[in-house]
């Protein structure tokens, strides 16, 4: 009995790690610093208090953040967020403009997943889909993900081409 | 506040930076509470993304429009109390700046869910918190804390 197994992505981000929430017992310890500094005197209740707060409200942010801003792409899916296309839906990759350029049309094109626009700290790519429209993918590491993508549209370019056609 | 021990300027600029960022925090806060609709929400978002994904998206960043309005009263309120030589609501401000400027740092940074108004309170916080904590404010804190023992 053979069991299935997930193919590994060609590229993943998490986005956002859950190391945020080592910012709850930081700045625990930054007011007890100011508490201790300013001979406000230090007690441990308000601290510990927005330990529990800024720790409980950082956790609802990181997980949407990996909800809503995480990217994978396999073989066959683009994942942004929560919006997946198929990766034989895109037809093209447009180039990264050249410093100075002006900025390309596909820079207000709308930025795949559900966030308004490409999320902070991401570059988009240009992507030309199959039924005319552009979209933009997006990523921390774009350089990485155009790469994946890139290899991908040429892998099955090479897949869909007639056998004994010229390369 | 007796004469006998005037309030310096210093607890004057925390407590008007308090005041300026509560003042951006509430109507950051109504704003957003008000302006971010699920339905339009729902209606950018590629039709393929789940309504639960929509739903829970919208709902942070309902959260985070009703945490910023509610840290902008709390900073309002404690800053009133501050202002009056209460060392307990001043130890309290100061905590709540602290929190709120982590809050907003991590909202902007990881899902951009707060607008510009609310990362903008982030510069009066820091500032009433440094004012709050100098030397010279101290001194007042305690003479008014030991003023109000003796009455």
């Given at each position: 009995?053979?069991?299935?197994?997930?193919?590994?992505?060609?590229?993943?981000?998490?986005?956002?790690?859950?190391?945020?929430?080592?910012?709850?017992?930081?700045?625990?310890?930054?007011?007890?610093?100011?508490?201790?500094?300013?001979?406000?005197g230090a007690r441990l209740l308000p601290p510990a208090f927005f330990l529990v707060l800024v720790s409980g409200f950082l956790a609802i942010q990181v997980k949407a953040a990996r909800t809503h801003?995480?990217?994978?792409?396999?073989?066959?899916?683009?994942?942004?967020?929560?919006?997946?296309?198929?990766?034989?839906?895109?037809?093209?990759?447009f180039p990264e403009p050249e410093p100075g350029d002006a900025p390309p049309s596909w820079r207000s094109a709308r930025a795949l997943g559900e966030l308004a626009g490409v999320p902070r700290g991401?570059?988009?790519?240009?992507?030309?889909?199959?039924?005319?429209?552009?979209?933009?993918a997006w990523a921390r590491k774009d350089e990485k993900l155009r790469v994946a993508l890139t290899d991908l549209l040429e892998q099955r370019s090479a897949e869909n081409r007639p056998p004994g056609?010229?390369? | 506040?007796?004469?006998?021990?005037?309030?310096?300027?210093?607890?004057?600029?925390?407590?008007?930076?308090?005041?300026?960022?509560?003042?951006?925090?509430?109507?950051?806060?109504?704003?957003?509470?008000?302006?971010?609709?699920?339905?339009?929400?729902?209606?950018?978002?590629?039709?393929?993304?789940?309504?639960?994904?929509?739903?829970?998206?919208?709902?942070?960043?309902?959260?985070?429009?009703?945490?910023?309005?509610?840290?902008?009263?709390?900073?309002?309120?404690?800053?009133?109390?501050?202002?009056?030589?209460?060392?307990?609501?001043?130890?309290?401000?100061?905590?709540?700046?602290?929190?709120?400027?982590?809050?907003?740092?991590?909202?902007?940074?990881?899902?951009?869910?707060?607008?510009?108004?609310?990362?903008?309170?982030?510069?009066?916080?820091?500032?009433?918190?440094?004012?709050?904590?100098?030397?010279?404010?101290?001194?007042?804190?305690?003479?008014?804390?030991?003023?109000?023992?003796?009455?």
């Amino acid at each position: 009995m053979t069991e299935a197994v997930a193919p590994e992505p060609l590229f993943y981000e998490a986005g956002a790690t859950w190391y945020w929430l080592l910012a709850g017992p930081i700045s625990a310890a930054a007011m007890l610093y100011i508490e201790v500094n300013a001979g406000i005197g230090a007690r441990l209740l308000p601290p510990a208090f927005f330990l529990v707060l800024v720790s409980g409200f950082l956790a609802i942010q990181v997980k949407a953040a990996r909800t809503h801003t995480s990217v994978e792409l396999t073989h066959d899916k683009l994942r942004q967020g929560a919006e997946t296309i198929d990766v034989c839906n895109i037809v093209r990759i447009f180039p990264e403009p050249e410093p100075g350029d002006a900025p390309p049309s596909w820079r207000s094109a709308r930025a795949l997943g559900e966030l308004a626009g490409v999320p902070r700290g991401r570059t988009g790519i240009g992507l030309k889909l199959a039924e005319g429209r552009t979209v933009q993918a997006w990523a921390r590491k774009d350089e990485k993900l155009r790469v994946a993508l890139t290899d991908l549209l040429e892998q099955r370019s090479a897949e869909n081409r007639p056998p004994g056609a010229a390369s | 506040m007796t004469s006998a021990n005037p309030r310096p300027r210093i607890v004057e600029v925390a407590f008007w930076s308090w005041m300026a960022a509560a003042a951006l925090l509430i109507v950051a806060g109504v704003l957003e509470m008000t302006m971010v609709k699920y339905g339009d929400m729902r209606h950018t978002v590629a039709a393929s993304v789940p309504d639960s994904d929509v739903r829970s998206l919208f709902e942070t960043y309902r959260t985070v429009a009703i945490v910023c309005a509610v840290l902008g009263l709390a900073i309002g309120y404690f800053a009133g109390r501050t202002r009056g030589g209460n060392k307990r609501f001043r130890r309290g401000t100061i905590a709540l700046s602290v929190a709120g400027v982590v809050l907003l740092l991590a909202a902007t940074v990881l899902l951009n869910a707060v607008t510009l108004l609310a990362v903008l309170a982030v510069i009066p916080l820091l500032v009433a918190v440094v004012a709050a904590t100098r030397e010279s404010a101290s001194e007042w804190f305690d003479a008014a804390a030991s003023g109000s023992d003796g009455d």
